[in-house]
């Protein structure tokens, strides 16, 4: 097949900090050109690829640039110029890419990465029926379950990057940014009625982040805890693989969560509040626990140790890896092509 | 002919207060009606035509939200999606518009408002030979000349909204923007030089054109002058039937120069540096002067008196009429039809 991979344009695949979207475009145009099928991935300079890379912009324009629409355009109409050349275009770039997409001989698969807000349905909507959709979980598409979807695969990650360890160190972990959806002081409640020690790697980029910080966080902490800035990716992977739990207390319906794959290929049981994909992403009571309130987190802490680091591993291994991920893309593709949706 | 006019979402057309594209793309779309041109205006609610509107948006965004690309993308996604049921598509958005128009079967016209950026430039060269291009002067088009050009259509205004006044009163007029290319501080210093009455009607919305009056234009003034603040259209027809002549010392080349127009159609004289599309809209010695320094504008001043009111109007009525822009426009579109471009 002649797949294109459109990314979206601010940052190189995969990316060097931070960035979902980018890393699951790397994997796939790997996964696709590891499975001989001619990919050709748009992406900007400084990506790394086993596919045919074509960059509009040679410096990625940075996270700064994101919304300007110029770089959206310029991207996305080079990629789509060659459109006629190719069986099939999967796009991840944001909403002008599918505008374009939709005028185009080529089948265009868009995959949604973030959630359904009110502007997205309203475009999305506007686009159904001349693209394709990809929903990124099941909780996700159940938002806006009309379009034309051609299928649901959850988002997977590089199994390497993220070392299995049995062996747990003592602390439960908290991972991610500082807002009221992610409910970082959640998490300092259940560490603190459990008696546990609670790390936290915490991300506050934004100014509104570390307002919610100093003003629902802070007042919560009794130096127990060990708060941590942004890490890397190594570091990442070494804070995962040590906890004894990582604690997801999601209060929005967050279309995937990434970190609770990432967790779980650590061998770490992930005790989540069930909502938006989570139930989905954890087998409740295999590779951690779905809880519905902090009384049940809290009971949860207690029997991490009945979680088996081996069953976590081997669920995202065969749910979560970058092959599940890339199979469950040709899956999506051949429904699209034999117009089997 | 089955037209297509697709105007910027922003706001409603014609507008309520300012807004060149707007009035563009309301008399276009009146002129093609009249014509007997089966008409399809796609525009914000709120919008007065002769074409059959149709409006995304009920309520027009407003300036606060131009740059957003959900506006963009919802307002044209939705004209696009009906392309194959017109003969051609004239599309005014900015540049997401017409980066979905490369790839429908239709024949899409673009008209290029504003200037050349090096991002303007780097788009629209990426879509050149997918879509035709109407520059509003030559002076614009000679800054990207190898585009696929269907033509050059000046601008034309509603001559019924700018009353014809032969009798004038002795002050001088500056209307405009208070910014480094509008030169206003240079509006000042003939002025003064020539011992003339100077009236300024200034639109100074954002901090820099307020730093700009306070740093560059105010310490020049010495009570002499008669400053006011953003006016109504009637009031602005008002002034420059009036005004002896309208000083334009543009200092960058503009692709148009609305203004030009609208004083000339009121049988005022307009003095402008030869900068941008002046040269094509004002007949030197005729209509009003073009100079290349601040001693020619005086010197142009003095000479008012030789421009006869009637010449100015009727030159406006012959070139930069509504009908005179809808002709071009036919024009144009029958180059794309024809293909004899």
Chains 1, 2 share one sequence.
């Not at 459109?83 to 698969?109: K, M, N």
């Not at 990650?157 to 070392?163: A, E, F, Q, T």
């Not at 570390?210 to 804070?239: H, M, N």
Request: proline fraction near 5%.
């Amino acid at each position: 097949m002649k797949i294109a991979e459109i990314a979206p344009p601010w940052f190189a695949v995969p990316p060097v900090r931070y960035g979902g979207i980018e890393w699951v475009v790397a994997l796939l145009a790997d996964g696709l050109a590891d499975r001989g099928h001619d990919t050709t991935l748009f992406a900007s300079g400084g990506s790394i690829t086993k596919a045919k890379l074509i960059s509009v912009f040679e410096d990625p324009p940075g996270g700064a640039h994101i919304g300007e629409a110029f770089y959206d355009v310029t991207h996305a109409s080079r990629a789509y110029r060659d459109a006629d050349s190719f069986d099939l275009i999967h796009d991840h770039s944001g909403i002008i890419g599918p505008a374009i997409g939709a005028h185009v001989r080529t089948p265009v698969v868009h995959t949604l990465h973030g959630p359904f807000t009110d502007e997205a349905k309203k475009i999305y909507t506007t686009l159904s029926g001349q693209i394709w959709y990809v929903a990124i979980s099941e909780a996700q598409r159940a938002f806006c379950p009309d379009l034309s979807y051609a299928g649901t695969v959850h988002n997977g990650i590089d199994l390497s990057r993220y070392p299995f360890r049995d062996e747990k160190e003592d602390f439960l972990l908290f991972l991610g940014r500082i807002n009221r959806e992610k409910g970082p002081e959640l998490a300092v409640d259940v560490a603190h009625r459990t008696g546990r020690k609670l790390v936290m790697a915490v991300k506050m980029a934004e100014q509104f982040e570390q307002d919610y910080w100093r003003e629902v966080v802070e007042p919560r902490l009794d130096g127990s805890e060990e708060i941590i800035g942004e890490i890397t990716v190594d570091e990442k992977a070494d804070l995962l693989a040590r906890a004894a739990a990582v604690l997801f207390p999601i209060q929005w319906p967050e279309p995937f969560g990434l970190v609770m794959t990432e967790a779980m290929a650590s061998g770490t049981p992930v005790i989540s509040f069930a909502n938006g994909a989570a139930p989905e992403v954890i087998k409740d009571g295999e590779t951690g626990f779905l809880v519905g309130s902090l009384d049940e987190m809290c009971a949860a802490v207690e029997r991490t140790g009945t979680i088996k680091a081996e069953a976590c591993r081997a669920h995202v291994e065969a749910h979560f890896s970058a092959d599940a991920m890339v199979e469950g893309y040709l899956k999506a593709f051949d429904r699209v092509l034999s117009r089997s949706v």
